[in-house]
């Protein structure tokens, strides 16, 4: 079983930054993949960034060149920079792990970007 707890969402201006943070526990062996999701208020949850199985990083075209994804392998923590954010960034951002029997989800944390 693997846990993951997301920090740092809130209230930000357009053109500003955010950092989440996910941790991880529990069989860290057993995760495949990780990542982030965003889930906008009535839309459907997509990807937005992602360390893939074989190694290599992922991101969604809306993103690419504003977010970041990083990890410290040391604390099992996954972290997403979130650069030049906009109004249709706002939204509930989760931290996912991919293990063999399908996804583990955090609990998600709100990301509010005003105009």
């Known amino acids: 079983q693997v846990q993951l707890v997301e920090s740092g969402g809130g209230l930000v201006q357009a053109g500003g930054s955010l950092r989440l943070s996910c941790a991880a526990s529990?069989?860290?062996?057993?995760?495949?993949?990780i990542g982030w999701f965003r889930q906008p208020p009535g839309k459907q949850r997509d990807m937005v960034a992602a360390f893939t199985a074989s190694g290599t990083t992922d991101y969604a075209d809306s993103v690419k060149g504003r977010f970041t994804i990083s990890r410290d392998s040391a604390k099992n923590m996954v972290y997403l920079q979130m650069n030049s954010l906009k109004p249709e960034d706002t939204a509930i951002y989760y931290c996912v792990a991919l293990v063999m029997g399908g996804p583990y989800w955090g609990q998600g944390t709100q990301v509010t970007v005003s105009s």
């Open positions: 529990g069989d860290i062996s057993s995760i495949n993949a």
